[in-house]
């Protein structure tokens, strides 16, 4: 079965823009979620929406945002781009939030 | 706050020589903690989720254990595929996200 899909693989922005990231989970998955990876920090959890509902919310500024359509499938914003947020974007599915399938992630360069 | 320290934060073997790594957790209630492999430029990919303390689960060369304070992944006799982060996460009750320590990065010399 088709994996979790993240697209696209790389995109460079300048810093003011802004960026839409798309997630496509395992079929059947309804909770979604969303990850920050840098060097220094690992992995920050961003936010987490199950039925198009966001649940769960990580220590991020409001520039970043989500949402999660009917079919789950999710996508992330980030308006204004800053240099730090240069990092790959991880999107995770779940069926039951026992188990988290990791897709390979957006790497994002911006400059 | 639920947090998650391992170690070491890199790690140098010759193939076949065994070996764990640690995971330290504190999270006011365990719903899961969880390792995963992660090769560069790829995402994580899941090996074991343990649910409880005293809990044990095996895969290949690879076994994970759980106390009610940390977690290991012993390694027997790795092979050079083995080379890669190795990250935990702990998921808390009630709780949607996954709290990653910043991983052990295993290398394996033929």
């Known amino acids: 079965k088709a994996g979790v899909t993240q697209t696209p693989r790389y995109l460079i922005k300048t810093r003011g823009q802004q960026v839409t990231l798309s997630c496509s ?3 059947g998955h309804r909770s979604v979620s969303w990850y920050q990876q840098t060097p220094g920090q690992g992995l ?3 936010f987490e929406y199950f039925s198009e509902t966001q649940r769960n919310k990580g220590n991020f500024p409001g520039r970043f945002s989500g949402r999660q359509f009917s079919n789950s499938r999710s996508e992330m914003n980030v308006s204004t781009l800053e240099l ?4 790959l974007y991880l999107c995770a599915s779940s069926y039951s939030n026992y188990g988290y399938t990791f897709g390979s992630g957006t790497r994002l360069t911006v400059v | 706050e639920d947090q998650v320290t391992q170690s ?5 073997l010759q193939e076949g020589e065994s070996s764990s790594l640690n995971c330290s957790y504190t999270v006011s209630g365990l719903r899961g903690l969880f390792w ?3 090769d560069p430029g790829k995402g994580p990919e899941f090996l074991f989720t343990l649910y409880s303390a005293g809990e044990e689960k095996e895969k290949e060369r690879l076994k994970a254990t759980l106390t009610k304070k940390e977690s290991f992944l012993h390694i027997t006799a790795p092979k050079p595929e083995d080379s890669a982060t190795y990250l935990c996460a702990v998921q808390g009750l009630g709780n949607e996200k996954l709290t990653f320590g910043t991983g052990t990065r295993l290398t394996i010399i033929p």
Not at chain 1, 84 to 87: E, H, L, T, Y
Not at chain 2, 8 to 12: Q, V
């Open chain 1, 44 to 46: 920050q959890f961003l």
């Open chain 2, 8 to 12: 070491p934060e890199a790690l140098r």
């Open chain 2, 36 to 38: 995963y492999r992660q």
């Open chain 1, 25 to 27: 989970p395992i079929s």
């Open chain 1, 84 to 87: 730090g947020d240069s990092a």
